[in-house]
Structure formats: structure tokens, C-alpha cells
């Protein structure tokens, strides 16, 4: 059969970055390659004006050349399964026909080698009627669909979501269009950069608005700008108004309530799982992650459609539309305080106030039908003097259908006795002057997320034991709550940092992950006593400053961080070994804590800074990188000196020079050999068993100094606190030619308390000597081989430092002290004078 010619021979003139596009589709097309005999369906979806048909039109005249027929069906949905049958079967067949054979329309197919594109299929029957019907295709062949709903192909298709233009392209087809070349004309380069921001590099856009604007002077341009920022573009609006017409009233309602309302918000709020996946999958929302998890976004162009079908609900009194978010609008709505069954929601940004607006205490009881009631502050945590809503008296009611209520600096004592809260999905109310929430007991059996940060007037919580659906609570700085009961088996996050007078708290859930009670400022949870949480999956449970917490009791399978950072904590349970996950510890300025019981495997880090009654220390686990002791004065010297040996003595603590271990002391175990009061030190090779040495652990002593200025001490600056930077250099020389040299891995040793080190300190650390292997063959008697090492750190910091050579055997590493003597990393040492062989 005779190729048929592209379906739009000049369509790529002004197509920009199309290449780039091809390249990328190319792999996924298999044209070519081995296993290039199968039957792929290549489905291009996006929202519309996208750019889906001018990609399946490129693609087409590229791939047009290497099938045996070739066939491009535009606008697929305006046409019936017989037109396109009847149409493909003429070109199969080469006969021009009034009617067709479907059973020989099904033969040519499977005989052949085809391209065939499906231009806006809408609904997986049509794509089913069309093509589906028929496979398996002839070997090699290729069918492209192009959609707005991603649902309508089988699991075995290829999709590709195709994305708006870059900016550089943007401009490029902009200029194309508005000046038919590739550059703009003098004077018009800021202008089209604004044209090309609003149009968010969607080609459609691009196209419409610059053809609009061709041949027109510059002041059109700006007035046609200003005029675009209010009234949408018609022509572009009736093309992404096709995605919504297929949605039914549910998905509608949804749809709008995001673009005037809820961009930008959590996916898992307020709407059901399954309307938000077809919105998806028409490309009229995306999902994005940010710090907060999942979010809903929305393309600009397709927030302003669904803007403006709203404002067409009433052009010229916006009190009869559905929805309210323009502030001029808003503000004269709720002065006037009228009767109305229409809105449905309300937003208001309290900063854009220029005066108090003081109403009615009626003035939500009018709207019966309200569901979204959002009056927010952008900035809510800048403390300053601003315009706010003030009622003449408590609020009358609320209507019962509020799903979304959100009040920043709410000037109400508490939400009305009439209310009804079984509807409300999202309750949030930042720096309220509330006392209490309501009176009563409410049906909660749909809230997921309660939000009252700020509060500091607010005595109570409700029993939340019923709201079982919960899945986030956050009262930081809720000064005056005292107790909080919630049991709900999706609650993941619960934040209480700042909740002075909490002293009880029972949480149940399967799935809570984050519970943090960290401070902000001076404040944390002075009160709280006991606690205990029982969470299969929580990973993380900050609890600093709680000063008054003696019990902590936690279950949990996956938890890798736990901070009781300034608790009364005397010990820990032993159950805390069972924490299999934990890989942070820290227990910084817990003063009443006397000893460890044994800890988790996976420990990688434990601070135990100014922990001042601390005695003794457990065996430390394998996995351990890091260990600061700053100040806990009451450790022993030496047994700590033999544990951390032991530890750096392991194998798994080779291959990275990352372990540091960081407590008080003044001096270095007598079996030490190689140790100085200058910052370096030479060893000569025939002082060393060169033929298994492996590496060398050093021990750098660090004075207490704090610097100062006209009699004013003074602290290094890191984050928020003092430091040692230390840092080692270990080079080898025969005669004076270096033959190789390596630098620790920076130790940066940071105190994240207030105090300064009382004591001198101690930092033990490991130096690897494996990436140089000619050691043995370099070294010889009659040579003189030196190991060299050198100790960077400020003069008044580092005071002296010994280093104990450790060698590989049969058996392990070991620190050879002498031919009779030898530390290995056998059993654990938890008493002074413990050696592995029993004696160092």
C-alpha cells in the first residue's frame, strides 16, 4: 500500500523542543530494537492545551516511514466506532467502500504492520470499540492514543504524561507566534516574559494569547495583560473546560472547591480517596511532596477555569455564587449579612485587612449551607499588631454541613453550644483566644486533623477517644491543657512542644510516627510525669525539657529516634534493647540518669552530655559511630578508655573512619606506648610489626579553654554552641620523601548545651592504613621509615595525644602491646581493671 503522507505536512513549523521530547519517547516506542515484534499501545495523556496532538503528529510524521500502512484519526470522540472502522478498513484495503466486514477489517490488522493514532479518546468503551476489539495487531506494530483521562487504557499500555513547555521554549513558540520569527521585537522583551509567566508553559495558552496580540503596539499588550488577570481567556477556558464537562456533580463540587479553596492542601484531608484519583487522572490536579507529605496542586490556567465557571454562576453579585475568595467580595458579603442558602464556602486572608471588621454574631448562622469557612493569617507565627474579625457577642451557630473550619486568631471564648460537629473533617484554629472548644459531647466520627497551635487561653480538650478517624492533632503552645486522651488507630501525627501543663497523656494508635514535644523558645513539658506510648509504627519521639519526666514506657517497630534531652530520668528500661530500629539516642543533661542497661544493636549515635551522675556505661553495640560524653564527670577514666578500644577494635569498625567517642579525662592508659605533649609525633617502621599493622586508634585530649574578650568568655559559634574542630594527618616518609599521606575525617565535636566542658576531655577515633599496601614492601631495616602524625587543632584546645597501633590477625584485630600482651575484642568490659585477657 502507498505511505500516506504526513496528516498535517506544515504542523511542525513553529514546533519547539519537540526533539528534545523524542528522544525521550524513543526508547519507549521500541522502534527497531529486538524486541521491537510485540504490539505496543503508546498512550499520550495531560490536561488540555498541552500539547498531546502536536506530540502525536510529530511522532507520526517521524515513525510514518517504517509501517507498512499508516493512519491518523483526529478528534476521535466526535466520531462513531463505524465512521473510523469504515475509514481504516478503506485504507487497508485500498477499496473505496459504503460499508465494511468487521471480521475482514479484523484479518487486515492482524496481517499487517500498522500505525495507527487515536486523537482525544475520552472513556476506556470508546478506546475498547475502536481498537481494543481487535488485538493482537500484526507483528510490529504501534497504535498512539492521546487522552485527557489517564483510566482508559489496559494495564500493558505505555503512558506518557506529557508537561508544559520550559520557559526558554515558551518563549521561543510565543515569539513565533505573536512575531513569526524567533526573536522579539525592541522594547517588547519584559512584556513577553510576563505573557509567557501567565501562560505557565502551556502551548495552547501560548498560541492563542500571542495571535491575539500580533501587529497589536505595547500599550494593547498591557491592557490585554491586565485584562487577562481578571476575565480568562475564552478560547483557552473552552479547550481545559473539557476535562471538567466529563467529571460527574460530585467530582465537579471537588474540583472547584480545590481551585477556589484547597490548592495547596493536604491530599488525605478532606476528600474521598477515590475522586481525587480521577482527577488525577484527567490531569486537572497534581500531587506533590513537600515537608507536610502529599499535596494538592493545580495548574494556574485550570485554577482560573474553575474560578471562572464559579463567577458565571453570577456575574454580577457574587452573594448568589457557590463560592467566595476574591477579598472585596468577601468582606462585602459578611458586612451585609443577609439571608443566604447559596455560598457553600468562604475564604479570607486576615493581612489584607486595612481596617477591624467587626460583625454580627449571626453573621455564619445565615448560611445554612456553608461546608468550607476559611479565615487564615498567611503568617501566622510573626507576633504583631494587625487587623482582626470581632463579634459583638459569642457566635449564634454554625451550619451543620462545615467540613473545612479554619479561624486564626479567632476572638471567641468557644465554638457555639448549637454547633453540630459530626460533618467537620478539619478543624484548625491558630492563636485563638479560646477558653474551650464547645460544650458537651460531640460526634467526631469524621475528623482527621484538629489544630490549635497557639492557644494559650485553651483549659481543656474534649474526649477525642471517639474520633477515630483522627489522623493529626498539633497543640503546641497550649500552655494551660492538662491531659489528652486519643485513641485512634490512624492518628500518625501528634505535636505537644510548649504544653507547659500537660501532665497525662494516653495515646493509642497503629499508625502514629512522629509524637514531638520539642521546645520552642525556653518552653517544653515541664509537668509531665509518666508516659507511655504504644505505636507500632513511630519512628520518631522527641521529648526534650521535660524536666519533670521520671517513667517512659515505649513500643514500637520502627522507631529510629528517641530524645529525653533534660528529663529526671534515673534509668531507662531495659526493654529499650528491644527497640531493633533506634539509631539516635539522646539523653543530654539527663542529671538524675546513673546507667545504661543494654541498648539496641542498630545504635548509632548516643549523646549523653552533662549527665553528671552517670558511673558506668554497657557494653557498647557494634554498630555505634558516635558517643559524647561532655561532662559526665563521674564516668571512669579508664574503663571507658577500654570499652571504646573494644568497640573500635571490632571489624565492622573498619573501612570508614567515621567512629568518635568523646568523655572526660586527663590521661591515657599506662599500656599506651606512642603518646606526646607536642602536636605531632614520628614512629619509627621497626618499632612496629609493619608486615600485620592495619591502622592506628588515636586518643587527642582537649582541654577545657573558653576563650575571652576584656574578661568576658566567649564560645565558638557552630549552630548553637562551642566546639572542637580536630583533625589528623598521618603521613608516611622514608628518609625525607613522603611516600603517602591521608587525612582523618574532620572531627567536629559540638556542645549543643549552654554549658561549657568543666574538665579536659578525651576524643578517641580510628585511622585506616589499608589504601596504603606497599608498607611491606617499602619498609626494611637498613631504611629509616617513619609514621608520621600530625594534630591540627587550636593550640589552647588540644593539649597532647597517644595513638595504639592495631593489627590484623587470624583471629581479628588486636593492639599488640607487647609479645605477652594484647587487647581483643572478645567480652565486654564493664568493670575497671577488666582487660579481654583479662590484663592489658
Known sequence: MEKLPPRYPNHRKGLVGIEKIYEEIKPLLKIGSDDSNEVITFGIWGMGGIGKTTLANALYEKLSGKFESCHFFANVTEKSEEVVHKDLYSKLSGKNISSYDPLELRLLLQTERVLIVLDDVTTPKKLEELIYQFYPLGSESRVIVTTRNKQIFRSDAIKY????????????????????????????????????????????????????????????????????????????????????????????????????????????????????????????????????????????????????????????????????????????VLKKNKENDI????????????ENLNLSNDFLAKMINLRFFKIYKEYYWIKQEQFNIYLHDNLESLSDKLRYFHWDNCCLKSLPSKFCAEQLVVLIMLNSKLKKLWDGVQNLCNLKEIDLRGSKRLTNIPDLSKATKLVRVNLSECRKIKSLNIHSKYLSELYLDGCLSLAEIS??????????????????????????????????LELPCCSSLKEIAVVSDKITALTLRGSAIASLPSSISSLSKLTRLDLSCCRYLVSLPELPPSLRFILLDNCWNLVSLPELPSSLDWLSALNCNSLETEMCQRLVLQQLLRPNSYGRDSKYFVFPGNHVIEECEFHTTEHSMSIPASCLNISHLSGFIFCIFLSNYVPSVLGREIHNTFDEGFYWLVDMLVSIYEDDTQL??????????????????????????????????????VYHPSRDVRIIFQLHVKQKYGKRFGVFPVYATTSGFELQISESQSIQPKQPLHQRGEGLNQKL
Open 161 to 332: 504524561m506529557v508537561q508544559g513547555l520550559k520557559f526558554h521554549h515558551s518563549l521561543e513558540l510565543f515569539w513565533l507566534t505573536a512575531f513569526e520569527e524567533k526573536q522579539p521585537k525592541n522594547g517588547y522583551e519584559d512584556i513577553s516574559h510576563k505573557v509567557v509567566s501567565y501562560c505557565k508553559g502551556v502551548p495552547l495558552a501560548l498560541k492563542v494569547v500571542g495571535a491575539s496580540l500580533r501587529s497589536k503596539s505595547k500599550e494593547v499588550w498591557e491592557c490585554q495583560m491586565n485584562k487577562l488577570q481578571s476575565i480568562p481567556n475564552m478560547e483557552i477556558q473552552k479547550v481545559l473546560k473539557l476535562s471538567y464537562d466529563d467529571l460527574d456533580d460530585s467530582q465537579q463540587s471537588i474540583f472547584l472547591d480545590i481551585a477556589c479553596f484547597l490548592k495547596g492542601e493536604r491530599r488525605d484531608n478532606i476528600f474521598p480517596i477515590y475522586e481525587i484519583e480521577v482527577l488525577l487522572d484527567k490531569s486537572l490536579i497534581t500531587i506533590q511532596k513537600n515537608k507536610n507529605g502529599e499535596v494538592i496542586e493545580m495548574h494556574d490556567l485550570i485554577q482560573e477555569m474553575g474560578n471562572e465557571i464559579v463567577r458565571q454562576e453570577s456575574i454580577k453579585y457574587p452573594e448568589r455564587r457557590s463560592r467566595l475568595w476574591k477579598h472585596e467580595e468577601v468582606v462585602d
Open 740 to 777: 603517602w599521606h591521608a587525612r582523618s575525617s574532620p572531627f567536629k565535636f559540638l556542645r549543643r548545651s549552654f554549658q561549657p566542658p568543666i574538665s579536659d576531655h578525651m576524643m578517641f577515633g580510628y585511622h585506616d592504613l589499608s589504601e596504603f599496601d606497599g608498607m611491606s614492601e
Open 507 to 540: 495515646v493509642t494508635s497503629d499508625k502514629l510516627t512522629r509524637l514531638n514535644l520539642c521546645q520552642t523558645s525556653l518552653f517544653g513539658v515541664s509537668k509531665l510525669k509518666s508516659l507511655n506510648v504504644n505505636s507500632r509504627p513511630l519512628k520518631a
Open 343 to 354: 455560598v457553600e464556602g468562604i475564604i479570607l486572608n486576615l493581612e489584607l485587612l486595612n
